[in-house]
Nanobody
Framework: QVELAESGGGLVQAGASLRLSCAFL????????MAWFRQAPGKQRELVAT???????NYADSVKGRFTISRDNAQNTVYLQMNSLKPEDTAVYHC????????????WGQGTQVTVSS
C-alpha cells in the first residue's frame, strides 16, 4: 500500500513562489511515476506535471516555464516548485502515484490548498 502526504500550500500574492512537497510512504518510490494534479472550484481536475522514475518530466502548457517538478529518490519525496504564481493557479493540488507498469494513478494524497491573490 502507498500513502501520499502533501504539504506546502498557502495564500500568496500574484508573482510569488511556493514549493509543494509530497512524501511517499510504502513501496519502492523509485518504481513509481509521480504527478501533481490540481482542481479549482467548478473546474475539472487538471494534470499539472509528471516525473518518471528516471526524472523525465512533462508539464501542462499553462505552467510551462513557471513550475518545476522534481523528485528525491533517497528521501521518497516529490516536489513542485511554483514560481510567478497567478490567480488562475488557485486550486487544491494533489500528489498522485502510479507504478511504471500501470496506466492509471491509483494512489492520491489528500490535497493542499494554494490560493493566489491578485
Amino acid at each position: 500500500q502507498v500513502e501520499l502526504a502533501e504539504s506546502g500550500g498557502g495564500l500568496v500574492q500574484a508573482g510569488a513562489s511556493l514549493r509543494l512537497s509530497c512524501a511517499f510512504l510504502g513501496r519502492t518510490f523509485s518504481t513509481y511515476i509521480m504527478a501533481w494534479f490540481r482542481q479549482a472550484p467548478g473546474k475539472q481536475r487538471e494534470l499539472v506535471a509528471t516525473i518518471s522514475p528516471g526524472s523525465s518530466t512533462n508539464y501542462a502548457d499553462s505552467v510551462k516555464g513557471r513550475f518545476t517538478i522534481s523528485r528525491d529518490n533517497a528521501q521518497n519525496t516529490v516536489y513542485l516548485q511554483m514560481n510567478s504564481l497567478k490567480p488562475e493557479d488557485t486550486a487544491v493540488y494533489h500528489c498522485a502515484a502510479r507504478h511504471y507498469s500501470t496506466s492509471e494513478y491509483n494512489y492520491w494524497g489528500q490535497g493542499t490548498q494554494v490560493t493566489v491573490s491578485s
